[in-house]
C-alpha cells in the first residue's frame, strides 16, 4: 500500500506514457504514486512469451520505436537503445507471369536498381526520391515541437514553409497527391499504407484521418525512420521502471482507480485492491488511460470510441520461407517492413469490401522480422537453429467485422491473410512455424475487440482516438494534455501528440503539471 495519504501526483495507468509522467515528475522532487490496475506496468509496451515453453520474448502489441525523442531518453538518463533496419521495405508482385517485388534500402544504388527492375525505368524512383525529400523536411520541423507547447496551426505552417507540403499532408487527401506523383500501382501502394496503419480510411477521405495517421508515420524522430527496440518492447518500460523508481516514485500494482473527483485545485483518487477500496488525495492527478476512461473516472458522458482497424497476428519460425523471387534473399526482404497485397486498388477494393461489412477477399498486411535486427529476444539455442520472430499488421480489418461471430471471423481472416502471403513464397508459412512445448503451432492472432478486452481500449483503437494535427485547436490547451479540471491531465495516447509508442504525451502532462 502506499506510503502515506496524499502526493503531489497521483498518475492513474502505468502504461510507458505514465511511467514517462512519473519519472519527469519525481526527478523534479514531486512526491509521486503511479497505480496501475494490472500485475505489471507497461500497457501495451511490452514484451511477453506467448508460446508456451518456447523462450521467445515477443514485443506482443507494440513493436517498432519512432516517435520516441531522444531528449525523453537523455533526460530520464534511459538505458534503451534501437537498432535501424538494414532494409526499409520489400514488397512481392508477379508482373509479366514472374515474381518479381521491389526491395526499398541497402543504400541508393540498391534503391535505384530496385524500381527500374519493377519499373523498367527511373520515373518512379525520382517521384519517390522528391516526395520522401518533402516530407523530410516537414518531419525535421514538425517533430521537434511535439515536446513543446502547442504551436497554432499558422505557426506550424510558417514553420514547414512549403505551401505544397502544407497542402499536400494538412489540407488534401493524401490520395490527390499519390496519384498525382506516382504512376505504378505498386508504388502507390507502399506509399499510402502509412496513412492506413490502424486507420480505417479510404486513400480520399474528406476527415483527413488518413493524412494525419500518414505524418505521424513520417515524422518520427525528424527522419521517420522505424526501429527495432532493442530486448524488445518491454526493454523500454523496464527502464522507464528502474528511472522512475529511482527519482523516488512509489509505484503500485493491482489497484484498479475507480473514481476521481476534483475541485479544480485538489483531487482524490479512489481505487480498488485485492483487500477493499481506498483514498489517496494528491494536488495532481495524469491518467493514462483512454479520454473513455477517464471520463468514467470523471463521472462524465465519454466521447464514442474510435473504430480499431487491424489484425496483429505473432508468430515464431523455425525458419524463414523461401521467397518465389528468388533474387531477393529472405534476410533482406524480412529484415525492414514486407507488405503483403498492399498495392493501391488493392487496398482501395479491400476498403469498399470491409466499409460493407465484410472482411476483406484479398486481406492487406505488413510483417516485421524483429530477430533479425535483434536476436537478443530469442534465447541462444533458438537462435542457433535459425528461428525468427515475425509480426503480421493486418490492415482495413476494423472492429465491426468481428462483432457477429468474432471468433470464427478472426479464424477465417487469418487464413485469407496467410494465404495472400503463401501467393508470394515457395513453401506455405504454417510449414516454417515452430511448435510450442505442448506441440501447438506458434501463431496468434489480435483483432480491435482482443485488443478492447486485454487492454481496455476503446473500439481496439491502438490510438486511443483518431489522431489529431500537432497543433493548438479550440478546445486543446497549452499542451493538448488539459481537460475540464485544471489538475486533471490526460496523458495517454489520446492527448494530442498522442499515439504509437512515444512518451511524449507523458513528458507534455509532466510539463503542464510543473507549469512550465
Known amino acids: 500500500m502506499p506510503d502515506r495519504d496524499a502526493y503531489d501526483a497521483v498518475i492513474v495507468g502505468g502504461g510507458h506514457n505514465g511511467l514517462v509522467a512519473a519519472a519527469y515528475l519525481a526527478r523534479a522532487g514531486r512526491s509521486v504514486l503511479l497505480i496501475e490496475r494490472l500485475a505489471d506496468t507497461g500497457g501495451a509496451a511490452v514484451s511477453s512469451r506467448p508460446f508456451p515453453g518456447v523462450d521467445a520474448r515477443l514485443s506482443r502489441y507494440s513493436y517498432l520505436v519512432s516517435l520516441l525523442p531522444k531528449k525523453i531518453v537523455r533526460d530520464l538518463d534511459l538505458d534503451f537503445r534501437v537498432r535501424t533496419r538494414t532494409v526499409s521495405s520489400y514488397t512481392p508482385t508477379e508482373r509479366a507471369g514472374r515474381p518479381t517485388g521491389l526491395l526499398v534500402g541497402g543504400g541508393e544504388a540498391r534503391t535505384r536498381q530496385g524500381f527500374a527492375r519493377l519499373t523498367g525505368d527511373q520515373r518512379e524512383y525520382e517521384a519517390w526520391r522528391s516526395f520522401y525529400a518533402m516530407t523530410g523536411q516537414v518531419a525535421r520541423s514538425v517533430f521537434p515541437t511535439l515536446t513543446d507547447p502547442l504551436p497554432t496551426r499558422d505557426e506550424l505552417r510558417a514553420r514547414i514553409g512549403d505551401d505544397t507540403a502544407w497542402r499536400t499532408l494538412f489540407e488534401e487527401p493524401i490520395g490527390a497527391a499519390i496519384e498525382e506523383r506516382f504512376a505504378d500501382d505498386l508504388v502507390r501502394g507502399v506509399v499510402l499504407t502509412d496513412a492506413l496503419i490502424g486507420t480505417f480510411a479510404d486513400a480520399h477521405d474528406p476527415s483527413l484521418r488518413q493524412n494525419r495517421c500518414f505524418l505521424y508515420h513520417v515524422i518520427g524522430g525528424g527522419t521517420g525512420d522505424w526501429n527495432v527496440p532493442v530486448g524488445g518492447m518491454g526493454a523500454l518500460t523496464d527502464a522507464l521502471v528502474d528511472a522512475a523508481r529511482a527519482a523516488g516514485t512509489r509505484i503500485r500494482t493491482g489497484c484498479e482507480a475507480t473514481r476521481i473527483e476534483s475541485d479544480g485545485q485538489r483531487a482524490e483518487v479512489t481505487y480498488a485492491t485485492a483487500d477493499g477500496e481506498h483514498t489517496v488525495a494528491a494536488r495532481h492527478v495524469l491518467v493514462n488511460a ?9 463521472g462524465d458522458a465519454p466521447p464514442p470510441p474510435a473504430e480499431g482497424a487491424q489484425l496483429k497476428v505473432n508468430m515464431l519460425l523455425k525458419r524463414l520461407p523461401r521467397l518465389r523471387d528468388t533474387s531477393v534473399d529472405p534476410r533482406e526482404a524480412f529484415a525492414g517492413t514486407f507488405h503483403i497485397g498492399e498495392g493501391y486498388e488493392a487496398l482501395a477494393t479491400a476498403y469498399t469490401e470491409a466499409a460493407a461489412g465484410a472482411p476483406p477477399t484479398a486481406p492487406p498486411s505488413e510483417i516485421y522480422c524483429h530477430s533479425l535486427t535483434d536476436p537478443t529476444i530469442l534465447a541462444p539455442a533458438l537462435v542457433e537453429r535459425g528461428y525468427q ?51 501447438r503451432p506458434c501463431i496468434e492472432a489480435k483483432t480491435p475487440l482482443d485488443l478492447e478486452r486485454d487492454l481496455r481500449l476503446p473500439g481496439g483503437n491502438i490510438f486511443h482516438r483518431d489522431l489529431a494535427f500537432p497543433y493548438a485547436q479550440e478546445d486543446t490547451g497549452r499542451w493538448g494534455v488539459e481537460t475540464r479540471h485544471a489538475n486533471v491531465l490526460l496523458c495517454g495516447a489520446g492527448a494530442v501528440r498522442g499515439g504509437g509508442v512515444s512518451g511524449i504525451p507523458g513528458h507534455n502532462a509532466a510539463m503542464a503539471t510543473m507549469g512550465v
Do not use: W
Open 389 to 439: 520472430t515475425l509480426t503480421l499488421f493486418g490492415l482495413h480489418t476494423p472492429a465491426r467485422l468481428f462483432t457477429r461471430d468474432h471468433d470464427a471471423v478472426r479464424a477465417e481472416l487469418l487464413k485469407s491473410t496467410l494465404a495472400q502471403l503463401d501467393q508470394h513464397l515457395a513453401e506455405s508459412i504454417t510449414d516454417c512455424l515452430a511448435l510450442d512445448a505442448e506441440g
Open 290 to 298: 483512454s479520454p473513455q476512461a477517464l471520463a468514467g473516472l470523471l
